[in-house]
């Protein structure tokens, strides 16, 4: 079967993309103490041996002797020293190593995290951007780094490592060579003081380095390095073949549990082993902006989880979690979804059906896996609970509350007065409650309106009245039922309230979502799409925006889209925040406020992307320990890639006109150079004929000849003329240098003028010129003017016969000049009238050898249309042709 050509041309670009970058090797291991620094500098001596330039970035040789012999002989370059609480830090210095750039630079501890004030938070990011910078990296990692894997690791070893890195860091790698011991030999070294010093040995021994952790340890990774190997061989083995239709879709929700990091990492190495799409659900409810400080942290961070393996990151709205997951199965063809599950007892008033069971009978065709976490404890739900139910009491709100007790008890006694039931009376207590739900924000303060509701009626309106007394005995049973009511019907309010204002929210973000898309659809130039853009973002989310294209890789003058009016501008767009943007311009990553790199900075940057290229950076604005969401940061990313896509457009258009432009030029230089062979060689030719003649035979030819030849040079030579300014006419008004200096003119002087330069011929041909008024004064540039003139004059003696009539009549109307040149010729078919002004278009029979380059006429039509005038042809009566030309007139001024 033959080749795709797109993949063919896609995977060429990709290999071009790639080389470009430069290469990682990782040195991977099980545990510490394996060897992986050691057999990287072993690497790098071999390097050097053959010819490379290589370099130490970092080296952590733990005071290992052998280790530090090895690094004699190999440059090192100097540690960037950072203070961190009174403590002198080294860290790997990541300008010096881009400033140097080696071939091959050694930088230890891929999973480091590096000193606060360091650009990037993670050492991995800095070995990216040594890698997009060309420089080959040799680093090394342990199995128990590896985010995916974290879960599994800590299981087996009861130890959590907080230093990570994504996978993809791992499958980023150009080679990856495992440094493999027997656990056995890996102890004997631990204990002989190889690996950690003697105290720190003995630690070791009693907790990870036992030999049932370090097989399961080395079993992993040797796992992890042949799914490596095997995703390697699929890609040789079909090189231009794309992915399998996908049949497996895994899902995921996303939540504040903590143990949603553990269902996170299943379902992405799920998704890698079934090669399937990962999806993670965040189900938003009204309740989303009551959760506590604790619990938004960790929801974000389940949210850069999830996108940091490989996640897309979805998000729907509604109170009924269960349905909304349901409903977002059925209709994006998930097949499996992982959810966890905590160790907590159901609560008395639970629900006897389990969030599994539920799922199941609304989707029965979707597999469902429960992943048990056992860390969970009540206590840590009892607290949540109750951060979740503190409230703060406002003066405002309760002062509303109260008054509207007193406006229910009021009517109440009007109602006792007129001798209403008591259920009229309930009633109206129950409205007031309704109403404590809607004008109030809290959820207790309709539980509480409840309360005092019943309170209220039975003291002041049930025997014995005034005393919270019943002498009834059914009364206990109404004053329940009517707490009941109450308490329902305000619970329900507060929840109507809380969905209509998500409703809101929803509809608002959507609203200015689209408003966007049609806003920049419509607009063309590059400074209105930022000027939207710039606008739609602030609408959103009213913060202060700045925004900067790029032009010739550097970014231009930033625009700035304020908040708040009275804001100082300068700490947005100083030299430390234009650094930032100009990093994010040139790598291609997000960057700033609430991410890993640079975040010192005051605004969030992100960059304007296209397929082609980058156009520019966005920057926003984020207060200090405000947590960008990853919904918000969607949100931008969808309006900033939108921009992306229209200045991408706005470019291609640019370019293909550019593009067609020059095109439609070398298609006029063509035709120029064709017709100029052609049609110069008859006038040439002549002339050096008729020149060597009298050269040769001067003294032979009599006066009557001679005079014939210098006749016939005389006029090929005007031909030549006369066609070198047509050609340099066209060629200023085809790259629009033609200026034009208009200034009012007489107009017969400039017809007497222009009929001096006609062609000689004119004499066998009767030309005359008829004006009225010899004062008729018209706006133009005189020069060009009068090469309509010759063109035309010279078109109509050229194509009719000798004797032919040629008037030139000029007349004034609606303020325009009218000049008519009329022949009495064979008249023009209409057929040449529609292809008559097109360039290159020459017709009819003339009796003269040469027939020009069909550019005359063109001319004179750019010409008259650039003065704001209009050149038409029409028949003559009875015969011939009448070409006419309007200019705009100017009137004349007499002066005594």
């Known amino acids: 079967m033959r080749p795709d050509p797109n993949k063919i041309l896609e995977k060429i670009k990709t290999e071009n993309i790639n080389n470009n970058y430069g290469k990682l090797k990782i040195f991977f291991g ?63 210095d990541l300008d010096a190593a881009l400033k140097r750039n080696p071939e091959i630079i050694l930088v230890d501890e891929l999973a480091h995290t590096n000193a606060e004030g360091s650009r990037h938070v993670k050492r991995y990011q800095d070995i990216e951007e040594l890698l997009k910078a060309g420089i080959n990296v040799y680093t090394t990692v342990n199995v128990q780094h590896i985010e995916s894997l974290n879960d599994i690791v800590a299981s087996i070893t009861g130890v959590e490592v907080r230093e990570r890195i994504p996978d993809r860091i791992f499958d980023l790698a150009y080679q990856v060579e495992l440094v493999d011991i027997e656990p056995a030999d890996l102890i004997d070294r631990l204990n002989k003081g190889k690996i950690y010093r003697e105290d720190r040995a003995v630690t070791a021994l009693d907790n990870f380095f036992t030999v049932d952790n370090l097989t399961a340890l080395r079993e992993i990774a040797l796992r992890r390095c042949a799914d490596r190997v095997n995703k390697i061989s699929e890609k040789i083995k079909n090189p231009l073949k794309k992915a399998s239709p996908v049949n497996e879709h895994i899902l995921i929700c996303l939540s504040s549990s903590p143990s949603n990091k553990k269902v996170i990492r299943t379902a992405a190495r799920m ?44 998000t729907v709205y509604g109170d009924d979690i ?153 009364y206990p049973v109404t004053f329940l039922i009517m707490f009941i009511a109450a308490f329902v019907t305000g619970t329900l309010t507060s929840r109507i309230k809380e969905q209509a204002k998500q409703s809101v929210r929803v509809a608002y973000r959507t609203t200015v979502l689209l408003e966007t898309n049609q806003k920049l659809q419509q607009v063309k130039s590059k400074e209105e799409i930022i000027e939207e853009t710039g606008k739609q973002i602030l609408k959103l989310f009213d913060k202060t925006t700045i925004i900067y294209l790029s032009l010739y890789d550097r970014l231009l003058e930033p625009q700035i889209f304020m908040a708040d009016k009275n804001e100082d501008i300068r700490e ?17 990553k997000h960057a700033g406020a609430s991410t890993n790199t640079l975040n010192g900075a005051k605004c969030y940057y992100l960059s304007i992307r296209g397929k082609e290229g980058i156009y520019g950076v966005v920057g926003v604005k984020i207060d200090k320990n405000e947590e960008f969401s990853m919904f918000d940061r969607s949100l931008l990313i969808s309006m900033v890639n939108e921009c992306g896509a229209i200045l991408e457009n706005n470019y291609l258009e640019e370019k293909n006109e550019k593009a067609l432009l020059e095109a439609k030029q070398e298609k006029l230089r063509a035709n120029l150079l064709r017709s100029i062979s052609h049609d110069l060689r008859t006038p040439l030719t002549s002339i050096s004929g008729n020149a060597s003649v009298l050269l040769k035979d001067f003294d032979s030819l009599d006066n009557n000849k001679k005079h014939e030849l210098y006749e016939d040079m005389y006029d090929d030579s005007m031909w030549l003329i006369n066609l070198v300014e047509n050609l340099l006419s066209v060629t200023r008004i085809e790259d629009g240098s033609m200026n034009l200096n208009i200034e009012p003119e007489l107009l017969s002087e400039v017809i007497g003028e222009a009929l001096k330069h006609i062609n000689r011929k004119s004499v066998e041909h009767n030309i005359k010129v008829e004006n009225n008024d010899e004062l008729i004064m018209a706006k133009m540039d005189s020069r060009l003017i009068m090469q309509v003139i010759i063109n035309i004059v010279d078109n109509a003696i050229k194509y009719t016969p000798e004797g032919s009539d040629i008037t030139i009549k000029v007349n004034k109307k609606n303020g325009y000049v009218y000049t008519s040149i009329i022949d009495n010729g064979k008249g023009i078919s209409d057929e040449g009238k529609k292809n008559l002004f097109k360039m290159f278009y020459t017709g009819g029979n003339i009796a003269d050898s040469r027939r020009g380059l069909g550019l005359g006429l063109y001319l004179c039509k750019t010409i008259v249309n650039a003065h704001g005038g209009e050149l038409m042809v029409k028949d003559n009566t009875p015969k011939g042709t009448i070409f006419t030309f309007s200019l705009k007139a100017q009137e004349v001024t007499l002066h005594e």
Request: glycine share 6%.
């Open 30 to 92: 099980y545990a510490a103490g394996v060897g992986k620094t050691y057999s990287m500098l072993e690497a790098a001596h071999k390097a050097i041996d053959n010819g490379k330039d290589v370099i130490i970035g970092y080296i952590e040789h733990h005071a290992r002797p052998e280790t530090m012999a090895l690094t004699n002989g190999i440059e090192h370059l100097d540690n960037k020293e950072t203070k961190y609480n009174g403590i002198v830090l080294k860290e790997f």
């Open 271 to 314: 998704a890698d082993a079934f090669k399937g799409t990962f999806t993670a659900l965040y189900v938003e409810t009204s309740e989303a902006k009551e959760i506590n400080k604790e619990d938004e942290k960790r929801l974000n961070e389940n949210f850069k989880l999830a996108e940091q393996l490989g996640a897309n990151i979805t």
């Open 322 to 474: 269960v349905f909304q997951i349901a409903e977002f199965a059925r209709l994006s063809n998930v097949s499996k979804i992982i959810i966890g599950r905590s160790g907590n007892k159901k609560g008395f008033f639970s629900s006897n059906t389990s969030f599994a069971n539920r799922l199941s009978s609304i989707y029965p065709n979707l597999d469902i896996y429960i992943i048990p976490d056992s860390d969970i404890k009540s206590k840590r739900n009892v607290k949540n609970i109750i951060d979740k139910n503190q409230v703060n009491i406002s003066f405002i709100d309760s002062f509303k509350s109260i008054i509207i007790l007193l406006l229910c008890t009021l009517l109440g006694f009007i109602f006792y007065t007129l001798g209403f039931s008591e259920a009229n009376i309930i009633t109206v207590y129950i409205l007031g409650v309704l109403g404590t739900a809607v004008i109030t924000p809290k959820k207790i303060y309709p539980i509480v309106s409840s309360f005092f509701s019943v309170l209220i009626f039975n003291f002041f309106f049930t025997v014995p009245r005034f005393t919270l007394d019943a002498y009834d005995k059914g």
């Open 572 to 588: 947005y767009i100083n030299a430390n925040e234009q650094a930032v943007a100009l990093w994010v311009y040139k790598n291609n």
